[in-house]
């Protein structure tokens, strides 16, 4: 609903069938080029990296008769030279975001296209998203907690994050103000420099982590899983443990930031239902125990963001605890 309020918002600020609209992944439905076509978009181009999906893409658009309006485009759009006769979009739906924002390529995409595919590639409302954001903060995890060697290493991970629904109660952050760790203009995108190393210092609030203790007694006896004195005792441990960074993405739709899609609530990172997932690299093989209000988690994160797609983007967390004295 949001990305269409969005769209309809841009569409309506010209006179209808006048702007020219590039859906970047459009997918085997199409999604967001039919809508724009349904909208008022004079033309729509769909790119599809996929065979299978731009052939199913085409079909669609056939049978719900928008082919005079949308052209389904197969292939990479790095590897597209140019839109058909040279043409130009006013507007781009790039919707590439990982919950990593950055981790499904929107980096070299985006840079690629604002050099060749956009009339006006320097202003905000030439996109959809206008920014894409990654937060990130210390969390605890109960599973981390129930399980470890010889039963389970989590090093066969291989650094390899852990994948949460956004509302999953498994996971919780240990402090109430995330950090911002990725923000990414598409408008400014050439500009945009990947910091190599940033470095994040979170304070734990005891309050916080005492909140979290009895959202882990509810999952720990939650179906009678494990018996009451056994969960009060393992949710003192998890909620007091540190398991690596959870991370998550953030979408600003408009220049105007009136449409949102925040993947966790704003700004505190609650659980909430989002299409999006929250990740989170386990940072040791076991949980770090015994933290306290006061206490610090300090974290260098190195992030390599290439511009070709040829390699996949690459994220590095390095940590330490310090607790207060």
Request: charged content about 20%; proline content about 7%; some cysteine.
């Amino acid at each position: 609903p949001l990305f269409k309020k969005a769209i309809q918002k841009r569409l309506a600020s010209a006179p209808i069938g006048s702007l020219t609209v590039l859906d970047l992944g459009t997918g085997p439905y199409a999604l967001f080029a039919i809508l724009a076509a349904e909208l008022g978009a004079g033309k729509v181009y769909a790119i599809e990296a996929s065979p299978t999906e731009a052939a199913a893409a085409r079909a669609l658009v056939k049978k719900t008769g928008w082919d005079d309006v949308i052209t389904v485009i197969e292939g990479f759009s790095t590897d597209i030279p140019n839109l058909p006769n040279n043409d130009k979009a006013d507007v781009v739906i790039a919707e590439i975001v990982g919950s990593v924002a950055s981790e499904e390529g929107a980096y070299g995409t985006v840079l690629d296209a604002h050099s060749k595919f956009v009339k006006e590639p320097n202003l905000a409302s030439s996109w959809i998203p206008n920014r894409i954001q990654t937060f990130a903060a210390p969390a605890s995890y109960t599973l981390h907690n129930l399980f470890g060697p010889p039963d389970f290493d989590w090093d066969k991970l291989k650094g390899e994050p852990v994948r949460f629904n956004c509302r999953d109660n498994g996971l919780q952050l240990m402090v109430d103000r995330p950090v911002l760790l990725e923000d990414i203009s598409f408008a400014d995108i050439p500009n945009y420099n990947p910091p190599r190393r940033t470095h994040l210092r979170f304070v734990l609030d005891d309050a916080k982590l005492k909140r979290n203790q009895l959202a882990f007694y509810e999952e720990y006896t939650k179906v009678g899983r494990l018996a009451k004195e056994e969960a009060e005792t393992l949710s003192q441990t998890t909620a007091r443990s540190f398991s690596g960074l959870a991370l998550w993405p953030r979408l600003v739709l408009d220049q105007d930031a009136q449409f949102v899609c925040n993947s966790r609530s704003y700004p505190d990172g609650n659980h909430q239902k989002s299409h999006w997932q929250t990740v989170l690299p386990i940072m040791a093989t076991r949980p770090v125990p015994g933290l306290k209000g006061g206490d610090e988690v300090v974290i260098t994160s190195q992030v390599d963001l290439p511009k070709a797609l040829d390699r996949p983007a690459r994220y590095g967390l390095h940590g330490n605890v310090v607790f207060a004295s």
